[in-house]
């Protein structure tokens, strides 16, 4: 009989009931008994739902009230120095202290690093260790929530993220190799898994998902000899150990974990269906292979009919005892529950699949397996719903299609090179030496929000909310001239996000009422699903840039998201390729910003933050992603004269690794992050001569602290001792709609100030 498994489910809960109870306690209202009551509610029901689904063996110690890198890294005791007095008093207070910082008398905490959980938009908190440091097994969290799930006569799996890819996600604060920690940590795997044993548990799921990343000879030999102690004759009781790998194709990292003496190995045949040769093949006999054939990164019904092709071919090589069905990854990055959604439609309800229903794709396809009849219906319905989608009107656009065919080099081109942009602008635009601008946003105030929430629940007009953003964004266009900007914005107070934003009035993407993915914490987001060729039937923001440029003499800069920016926060399509659906956006976006020209706006920004973060996991395809990427953005911006001026914003500080294609990109001006890092970024810039002009942030917008001019006097002499002066722009890190008005007022004042210092020095130095 073939087995349905699953490797983690979503645990902030259908409605965020972990949000709200997570909130309460944070503010004090709820003790922690209360916060543990909820959570454990939410498991409960969690792992009855799934095995109402159809799972056979759901996992367990996949929850977590905030993360589970950090989860880990409390549970062997890698707790930073500065949260141990704590730990030993209030142990959660000192969990969420790490997760997000405390203030509190006499305390004040700063929380561990956050980053990116590999290709997704989930952050993992990130541990902090040394050189040196011991571990210990401190907390039971698997054992109990193993021991829970039994209780309510439910058999898991516990799930641990893997000692070696524990120790390369975590960073050492004092430059030491992490892997060095391998030999002290896995004393404490060795008896947690002894004590799971005992309890009962006869799997454990082993995440090491570093293995579908390249490895370095270190790596590699950290992996042998972790497993050498965990699945080998130095463990003597244990469970047997699934070895979970998920992102991608394990290619030459495949002959490593199949010689791991595990007993078990999870793939990812959703992201990398091409493997399932090459991994049976490698994979010794008697040993489980758990194929993960449904995405647990996409809310799409699954193609049922591909899916059991490799399934069969699955069970033809490892027999139905040795075969798992399993999501493609744990279903974290997917939302609950699409029978509770009652936003969308109907018809396009009928193509997805949340969490729930992914899990039930798993029982059809076991069923089928297994030759059960009721396999029939299940099958027949995905086959009818599937045809629907592949028919329907509203996912093809022909008028899309044949714009996209037509698309030359030209298109993304711009009329003149740099050099030649550059003359044109300056005669168009009469900017100062070091010319300030902002970012966009200006603050979102409790005004501002309340009156978007009234006019959505229907109790402003309109006219009403219009007029009210036009007289705060008159106020904003004001605050800027008194300050002495020279290239200004118009605050962006009409938007609630900023993919949502132009999603909401792009054909193609649909929005969910519930289709909440954790982001970080107690945060998720909901991202846009993006069913259909994407298109703009009508202009988005020029009536706003208009407008705001009709209040001041100075340039008005236009305001944009990128392409690649829009794709990588949404649900994309899975019938057609990445690079074409953002090819689709960068279409639209290209009349937003031929029609921004057209209207008066000379100035022009397409904020790209997420480029980056779409880097693939493998190197090797680093250069074809950041080719079509570039080429979007491109695609979006080229339409313009040469006097037209294209900023473009990204807000992050690692630009070492990928600066020629952001050269490639060819905005007259970027602005980035990094005043945090103290200009460390310009490195970049040291080694390679970036040709067009950029605006290093010298306001750090992710803090309540207003810098003063000294201090951004000293960031921009760091810059210039990198950067010519005719290159340099003043500018924030970011957007300023988290801050409040009167620490923006005062920054920016600073920030004013400090460029006009620079700039009479500059001008002294070419008179002497
Ligand atoms: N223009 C946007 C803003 O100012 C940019 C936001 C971002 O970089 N994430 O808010
Ligand atoms: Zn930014």
């Known amino acids: 009989m073939t087995t349905v498994t699953n490797l983690g489910f ?39 739902l799934q095995v109402a689904a159809g799972v056979d063996v759901p996992p367990s110690n996949d929850f977590s009230l905030y993360d589970q890198v950090l989860d880990t890294a409390f549970l062997f005791d890698a707790i930073p120095h500065r949260y141990r007095t704590l730990a030993e008093h209030e142990p959660l207070a000192a969990y969420f202290a790490m997760a997000r910082g405390l203030q509190r008398e006499g305390i004040d905490l700063h929380a561990l690093e956050m980053t990116k959980w590999f290709d997704t938009n989930y952050h993992y908190l990130v541990p902090e260790l040394q050189a040196g440091q011991a571990f210990a097994l401190r907390g039971d969290k698997p054992l109990a929530e193993f021991r829970e799930a039994k209780s309510l006569g439910i058999h898991t799996r516990p799930v641990l993220l893997g000692p070696v890819s524990f120790l390369l996600l975590a960073k050492t604060t004092d430059g030491s190799a992490a892997l060095e920690l391998l030999d002290a940590l896995l004393p404490s795997y060795v008896q947690l898994l002894a004590q799971l044993a005992e309890a009962g ?43 979970a790998t998920y992102f991608g194709a394990l290619d030459d990292n495949l002959e490593l974990a199949a010689s791991l003496p595990v007993e078990g190995l999870h793939v990812d045949l959703v992201r990398a269906p091409e493997q399932l040769d090459a991994v049976l093949k490698a994979l010794p006999a008697g040993r489980v292979l758990s194929a993960g054939l449904v995405n647990g990164r996409n809310i799409w019904r699954t193609h049922l009919d591909n899916a059991l092709i490799l399934a069969r071919y699955a069970q033809t090589d490892r027999g139905a005892d040795l075969l798992w069905l399993a999501p493609s990854c744990s279903l974290l990055h997917s939302p609950v529950d699409l029978s509770l959604e009652k936003k969308l439609d109907d018809e396009l309800r009928s193509w997805l699949a949340f969490s729930r229903q992914k899990l039930e794709e798993l029982r059809v396809l076991a069923d089928a397996l297994d030759g059960r009849p009721s396999a029939e219906a299940g099958l027949a319905a995905n086959r009818d719903a599937l045809d629907a989608r592949r028919r329907s009107p509203r996912v093809h656009n022909p008028a899309v299609a044949a714009r996209l065919a037509a698309l030359t080099g030209a298109d993304a081109q711009r009329h003149s090179g740099y050099a030649q942009r550059r003359v044109a602008q300056h005669a168009a635009l009469q900017l100062p030496l070091l010319p300030t601008t902002t970012i966009g946003s200006f603050p979102q105030t409790l005004e501002v929000r309340e009156a978007r929430a009234k006019h959505k629940s229907g109790k402003l007009s309109l006219a009403d909310y219009e007029a009210f953003l036009e007289q705060q964004t008159a106020h904003c266009v004001r605050e800027q001239e008194a300050l002495g900007l020279d290239v200004l914005v118009h605050g962006e107070f009409e938007r609630n996000d900023m993919v949502e934003y ?68 949404s649900f994309v399509r899975d019938d057609q390729e990445r690079d074409l659906t953002c090819r689709q956006i960068a279409l639209a976006l290209r009349d937003e910003v031929n029609d921004l020209e057209a209207a008066g706006i000379g100035v022009i920004q397409v904020d790209e933050p997420a480029i980056r973060e779409g880097l693939p996991l493998r190197r090797a395809q680093w250069r074809s992603y950041l080719d079509w990427a570039v080429e979007a953005f491109r695609i979006s911006t080229s339409g313009v004269r040469d006097a037209t001026q294209v900023h473009t914003h990204m807000c992050y500080s690692e630009f070492n690794d990928i600066i020629h294609s952001v050269a490639a990109m060819d905005a007259d001006v970027i602005s980035i992050e990094t005043s945090r890092s103290r200009m460390e970024l310009l490195d970049a810039f040291v080694r390679f001569n970036y ?7 010298v306001y750090d917008i992710h803090s309540p602290r207003v810098p003063d001019k000294a201090e951004m006097v000293d960031l921009l002499r760091k810059a210039l001792a990198v950067l010519k002066p005719e290159q340099l722009w003043v500018n924030p890190d970011c957007g300023l709609k988290t801050r409040g008005w009167p620490e923006t007022r005062a920054a920016l004042q600073a920030l004013v100030a400090a460029a006009a210092e620079l700039r009479a020095e500059q001008a002294d130095a070419n008179v002497a």
């Open 691 to 697: 040709p067009n002009e950029i605006g290093p942030g």
């Open 10 to 48: 979503p645990r902030i809960g259908a409605k965020r009931e972990l949000k709200r109870a997570l909130e309460r306690h944070w503010s004090g209202e709820d003790d922690t008994a209360t916060l543990q009551a909820a959570a454990a509610a939410l498991r409960a029901r969690h792992w009855k």
């Open 502 to 569: 132009f999603g909401e009035q792009l054909e193609g993407f649909a929005f969910t009422g519930n289709g909440w993915v954790q982001s970080y914490g107690s945060r998720c987001v909901k991202p846009p699903v993006i069913f259909g060729d994407v298109s703009r039937p009508q202009p988005m923001t020029v009536r706003w840039s208009r407008y705001a440029q009709s209040l001041t003499r100075k340039p008005m800069k236009g305001m944009l998201t990128g392409p690649v920016t829009v794709l990588q926060w």
């Open 201 to 243: 548990a006869d799997w454990v799921q082993l995440d090491e998902p570093l293995l579908v990343q390249d490895l370095d000879d270190a790596a590699r030999a950290a992996f042998e000899r972790a497993y050498a102690v965990l699945g080998g004759a130095a463990a003597q009781v244990r469970p047997k150990i699934l070895l």
